[in-house]
């Protein structure tokens, strides 16, 4: 069955999000956020985060579209030029559980260090139908951010690596079984993505292994993953790309922050610290899945 683009755009759940991360070692500081917009029902959404050992912090909002899809609540992006981009938020995130608050002013530039590569490069015609109520099109991209955070009176002047992914399609956040999105920067030679999403019908994998040159297409990957009361604390992840070359990858989750998505899911967002050839490298780890 054939997907008519047209009619998904007209979807009431029709998606357009905007997501960067990035991961700062020398301070120990991650950021992650995203800039979600579903204009057939009027509703804009933000998530905006920093994690580091002495604070897992952040905030999540929605509110009516405005015509300013790269603008909400205190987080602004800019796209300089193709592949740079201008992050900025002003405001407070909050720590639920400890009840504390943080002021919060930054100004980063991202840069891209790879090409953009389309998720199409990676999945077949059943794939990308199996994943049609989640996303149509799905572009990821690593690079480098420069810049200052500062939160209270602390400011942190930022040399970071991350990833940054655009995807445009249906977002109804109950639709997958689960999700995992995994990425790690290992030097600004080095990184890999991949998404395994878990429908009804089956497992759809895509992402890319970048090693300085170009992207090579990631088409399958097995994750086994050890959790630790329902949170991820450690997993082993073997990538296999389009020419059948092998990559493995051990990581282990060093923080992470909690973000309810609807009544019945829950985005569990980590820092993990990964292990590729005897390289270490940082990401974020990201898991779907049913609320406990």
């Known amino acids: 069955m054939d997907i008519d683009l047209e009619t998904l755009k007209k979807h009431e759940e029709w998606n357009e999000s905007y997501y960067f991360n990035f991961h700062d070692k020398t ?16 509703e804009k959404s933000m998530f905006f985060y920093l994690m580091s050992p002495h604070m897992i912090a952040g905030i999540k909002l929605e509110t009516p ?58 999945v077949d015609e059943k794939e990308t139908e199996m994943s049609s109520n989640v996303v149509s099109e799905h572009y990821e991209q690593f690079g480098k951010a420069t810049g200052k955070i500062e939160v209270d009176e602390e400011v942190f002047e930022i040399e970071a690596l991350g ?51 170009v992207n090579q297409p990631l088409v399958k990957s097995d994750i086994d993953v050890e959790f630790n009361n329902g ?15 092998k990559y493995s990858v051990a990581g282990e989750v060093i923080r992470f922050g909690m973000i309810p998505v609807d009544e019945k899911m829950i985005l569990i967002e ?14 974020v780890a990201e898991f779907l899945v049913p609320k406990p």
Do not use: H
């Open 27 to 42: 301070y120990d500081l991650t950021a992650f956020m995203r800039i979600g917009n579903k204009v057939n029902k009027n």
């Open 65 to 122: 579209c405005d015509g300013k899809p790269l603008n909400i609540t205190g987080l602004d992006y800019e796209e300089i030029e193709r592949g740079k981009w201008r992050l900025k938020y002003t405001g407070s995130i909050f720590n639920p559980l400890e009840k504390f608050e943080f002021k919060v002013k930054m100004d980063v530039t991202w840069e891209a260090l790879n090409p953009i590569i389309d998720y199409v490069e990676c």
């Open 270 to 283: 980590t820092l993990s610290k990964y292990n590729w050839n005897d390289k270490e490298g940082y990401g």
């Open 163 to 213: 990833e940054r992914d655009l995807s445009l399609g249906l977002r109804e956040w109950g639709s997958p079984r689960m999700w995992m999105w995994i990425n790690s920067q290992f030097s600004r030679d080095e990184a890999f993505n991949i998404t395994k999403l878990s429908v009804d019908q089956g497992d759809i994998d895509a992402g890319y292994f970048y090693t300085g040159s």
């Open 231 to 245: 949170i991820p604390s450690k997993f082993i992840v073997t990538l296999f790309d389009k020419k059948g070359s």
